[in-house]
């Protein structure tokens, strides 16, 4: 088992994109967040917009990775209407009481990304050791390898006692 589990929800891969860089970064294993129920169309970004707005968490598949086995979790998600995603959402209030260490970051096409990173620490009930914002913008064009090999960097420090 890694010391590191790296949980993302992503719903066009570009949250995906930035946890895979993370995990293969830090050694970590990596657990993508499955909805029961796909988010295709304008039915489901509707639905996204609605369950963001209104807070609501969404039915999720169960995790193949334990969070009570790993010293650090890193939690991240996309910023749906200015708040986080459902299924993040879901994961958090399944597992937060096994979260000991962690570390969040989030991707946003426009702002509210320190107000999401903010309600995942609240809704998790733990105070992260590290935090980080990206702009889809800066992933899609390759241009967020600075601030992951940071946060990245950060982590390690963290992970290793410094």
């Not at 903010?118 to 800066?138: D, F, H, Y």
């Given at each position: 088992?890694k010391?590191?589990?790296?949980?993302?929800?992503?719903?066009?891969?570009?949250?995906?994109?930035?946890?895979?860089?993370?995990?293969?970064?830090?050694?970590?294993?990596?657990?993508?967040?499955?909805?029961?129920?796909?988010?295709?169309?304008?039915?489901?970004?509707?639905?996204?917009?609605?369950?963001a707005?209104?807070q609501?968490?969404a039915?999720?598949?169960p995790?193949?990775?334990?969070?009570?086995?790993?010293p650090f979790?890193?939690?991240?998600?996309?910023v749906?209407?200015?708040?986080?995603?459902?299924?993040?959402?879901?994961?958090?209030?399944?597992?937060?009481?096994?979260?000991?260490?962690?570390?969040?970051?989030?991707?946003?096409?426009?702002?509210?990304?320190?107000?999401?990173?903010?309600?995942?620490?609240?809704?998790?009930?733990?105070?992260?050791?590290?935090?980080?914002?990206?702009?889809?913008?800066?992933?899609?064009?390759?241009?967020?390898?600075?601030?992951?090999?940071?946060?990245?960097?950060?982590?390690?420090?963290?992970?290793?006692?410094?």
């Amino acid at each position: 088992m890694k010391p590191c589990l790296v949980v993302c929800y992503s719903h066009t891969g570009v949250t995906a994109r930035v946890a895979a860089a993370l995990a293969n970064r830090l050694g970590a294993d990596l657990e993508t967040i499955e909805e029961v129920r796909p988010r295709q169309g304008a039915s489901g970004y509707l639905r996204s917009v609605w369950e963001a707005l209104r807070q609501r968490p969404a039915h999720i598949v169960p995790p193949r990775h334990d969070p009570a086995r790993y010293p650090f979790i890193v939690l991240g998600t996309p910023v749906w209407a200015g708040h986080m995603s459902a299924p993040m959402r879901s994961y958090i209030m399944q597992q937060r009481d096994h979260f000991k260490r962690l570390a969040l970051f989030c991707t946003m096409g426009g702002s509210g990304g320190r107000q999401v990173l903010s309600a995942m620490a609240e809704l998790s009930r733990r105070a992260p050791v590290a935090t980080l914002c990206l702009r889809q913008q800066e992933v899609l064009a390759d241009r967020y390898q600075p601030q992951l090999t940071s946060f990245a960097s950060e982590l390690a420090l963290v992970e290793h006692g410094t």
